[in-house]
């Protein structure tokens, strides 16, 4: 069964660094998204993507952050300046479209802002 | 706005007793539902869904939910629990009406099965 994947599973960073999350999401699917967990909250929208756009981002999807998916294959979150509050699990997601599919997640990567 | 609301911050039930996970929603169109379940250090992994149809849906593993409209909730609930169901539960909302496929969470119910 095909699987979402994300690396690195664990970053640790310094603040102010640039770190860039990655993802290699279900072939056949269309839509792409990215939502954080700090730790101990619930899991949060960040950004959604199609066709090479942004389709809807939440309010902490600031100019800090951005998405892209260079190659048709990956697709990765970019933080340009990260902070100590950016300190979260960071899961891709997909979904084949047509409106209503239930999002596949993958097993998230565990960013560390020190 | 679109919101989500699980009560329970933890859930605990006996194995082999039946269990029930509750969730309501709020929505400006129509909901979209959808369960997730989190084991330690993994990702979301989705159960089950409404989207229309029957109110009584069935999932993964044995779980099934309700769709109540009138109370608007969604509850998950399997008629037997399993140690191994203990694990952090999500229930999603998206709103039908959106043009995007964005999932709004609940805070989670840690559920836990005792033997």
């Known amino acids: 069964e095909p699987e979402v994947t994300q690396t690195p599973s664990h970053q640790v960073t310094q603040m102010g660094q640039e770190v860039i999350l990655r993802c290699v999401p279900i072939s056949n699917h269309l839509y792409f998204y990215w939502y954080r967990q700090i730790l101990g909250q619930k899991v949060e929208f960040l950004v959604s993507f199609y066709n090479n756009e942004i389709s809807e981002k939440s309010e902490i999807f600031d100019d800090q952050f951005s998405v892209e998916r260079p190659d048709g294959s990956n697709f990765t979150l970019k933080i340009r300046s990260t902070k100590l509050e950016d300190s979260a699990m960071y899961f891709c997601?997909?979904?084949?479209?047509?409106?209503?599919?239930?999002?596949?997640f993958g097993p998230g990567t565990r960013l560390t802002v020190l | 706005a679109q919101s989500v609301a699980q009560p329970e911050d933890q859930v605990n039930v006996a194995e082999g007793n039946p269990l029930t996970v509750k969730c309501t929603y709020s929505v400006s169109g129509n909901p979209y539902l959808f369960w997730y379940v989190q084991y330690p250090n993994r990702g979301l992994q989705f159960l089950l869904k409404y989207i229309t149809g029957d109110n009584l849906v069935k999932g993964s593993y044995g779980f099934e939910a309700e769709f109540n409209k009138s109370q608007t909730s969604f509850h998950l609930k399997k008629p037997s629990a399993l140690v191994s169901d203990s694990a952090l539960y999500f229930c999603a909302v998206r709103d039908g009406s959106s043009n995007t496929g964005k999932l709004i969470f609940g805070q989670g119910t840690t559920l836990q099965v005792k033997p």
């Open positions: 997601a997909g979904d084949p479209g047509q409106g209503y599919n239930e999002q596949f």
